[in-house]
């Protein structure tokens, strides 16, 4: 399975996993399944940082790695497959978290309900 984690789920894996459902923990565990964290979730943390909103580390990218996920870049269909969205969210990068689930046929790990309007795969985290 190929799954791609909401920015808060990145957050607290990296922070306390125990925060995340069992069910979210044991399939991002799975050694057979791909976890991508999407440029989005790193631009959004960026700016959260900078504006002092938010706790991160420097040293994100080596965690990002170091837990063995994978990096996915925003590519044109991802940003271009927004304007085919409903309107259930405001928030512009779970947007693209969710464009980028339609397009690459990705199980999005989150704990946004509003997310669930979209139709794409979701675990409860």
Known sequence: ?????DTHVLLWWLDDPAVLAQQARSTMTEPNNRVIVSIASVWEIAIKKALGKLEAPDDLEAM???AG???????????????DLPHYHDDPFDRLLVAQAKVEGLTLITRDER????GIRIIEA
């Open 115 to 118: 997310l669930k309007q979209y």
């Open 69 to 83: 996920f994978e990096l996915m870049p925003i590519a044109f269909p991802h940003a271009w497959a927004i304007k």
């Open 64 to 66: 990002i790695e170091d």
């Open 1 to 5: 399975m190929n799954l791609l984690l």
